[in-house]
């Protein structure tokens, strides 16, 4: 008796050496895949957190290319690739010379940095001078290239209130930290629309200002005065209504923010530096600096401490320093050895 069978067409899987894989198949495939990879990612994380042996500490060695365990001293790993450059430098100018990549981004300039400088020099790669027409033509290109840094209005602003950041900032001495800040918190000003009847240098000045008193840096309203193009009463202004509007977390100045300044000025010992932050101290605890000008007692704490300790310097050369007045200084340092005296006397 023959049986008739319906073929309807469909393969199964294990039906025989050619069938092909199914939908199945493929997924359990690539999920055991992915657990192995996952697997193996943990093993690698698991080596790289600790030692495998003794779990200790694990430190790279860029010399010989290992990572080797602190504890144990056993390799860990060997023949590592050194992403660092290729070449060797001795000195600033000939790594600058060699590097491959530019300036990193920076608040300091209108455009980030990110822009692109056409030499003066008009000479080519080799060092050999350009013939007139090219540099007639390196010349526009100068021209084009400058006037594409500074598109609008709010660039150009940028432009020099950057450029007068940086310039009363060399002049005060201070550090690069102070100016970016300075620079993070005219562009915040400036994205606030708050310069509208104010001036560019008023307000390039008050975040100057700010931004030295955040750094623990600061320079007093008369030192910036001196270098800057606005009146003092104007930065005054300007600097209270950019920390109202920014809402700026500024400390007030401690007098011992200053203190080391005057004393490397005037060439003194770090013993006097010590004693003028005692002094300081002691009229903190008193009550004696509630409503005194910071600069001011600063200068007489350097003052009186010098006499202290027997290093003596002129009313008038710790005046000239501080730009403050002699009176000032005599007022205050009075008040400081008064002070120390009731410490002592209680």
């Known amino acids: ?40 990612s943990e093993r690698e994380s698991d080596e790289s957190v600790g030692c495998p042996e003794c779990g200790g500490k694990l430190a790279s060695d860029s010399e010989h290319g290992e990572t080797v365990c602190e504890e144990c001293g056993l390799v860990v790993e060997e023949r590592e690739i050194d ?11 000939e790594r600058d010379q060699k590097s491959r990549v530019g300036a990193p981004t920076t608040h300091m300039m209108h455009d980030k940095g990110l822009s692109t400088n056409i030499g003066w ?36 602003n940028l432009k020099q209130a950057l450029g007068e950041i940086d310039r009363m900032a060399s002049a005060l001495g201070l550090p690069e930290n102070v100016r970016e800040t300075a620079s993070v918190i005219y562009r915040r000003a400036l994205e606030e629309n708050l310069l509208p009847g104010r001036s560019i240098e008023g307000v390039a000045t008050s975040a100057l200002y700010a931004a030295a008193r955040q750094a623990g840096t600061p320079r007093s309203l008369d030192e910036l ?100 007045s002699e009176v000032t200084i005599r007022n205050r340092y009075h008040e400081l050895l008064e002070a120390e005296e009731r410490i002592h006397g209680l």
């Open 225 to 324: 005065t001196q270098v800057s193009r606005v009146e003092k009463d104007e930065i005054a202004r300007t600097y209270r209504y950019v920390v109202r509007e920014l809402r700026l977390e500024i400390e007030p100045a401690d007098p011992e923010s200053y203190v080391p300044r005057f004393v490397s000025d005037l060439d003194l010992s770090e013993e006097v530096e010590r004693r003028a932050r005692q002094l300081l101290a002691t009229a903190k605890e008193q009550g004696v600096h509630s409503g005194k000008s910071p600069v001011g007692l600063a200068a007489a704490a350097v003052y009186a401490s010098s006499l202290l300790t027997n290093q003596k310097v002129t009313q008038s050369e710790v005046s000239e320093v501080a730009n403050i």
């Open 121 to 156: 020099q008009d000479k080519d790669a080799y060092g050999n001078t350009l013939s007139s027409r090219q540099r007639e033509k390196m010349q526009r290109l100068r021209t084009w290239n400058e006037r594409f840094r500074t598109r609008d209005s709010r660039e150009r």
């Open 1 to 40: 008796m023959r049986t008739n069978t319906l073929h309807t067409g469909k393969r199964f899987a294990g039906d025989g050496p050619d069938s092909s894989p199914t939908m199945t198949d493929t997924t359990t495939r690539r999920y055991a895949r992915a657990n192995e990879n996952e697997e193996q």
């Open 83 to 93: 992403p660092g450059p290729e070449w060797r430098a001795f000195d600033s100018s």
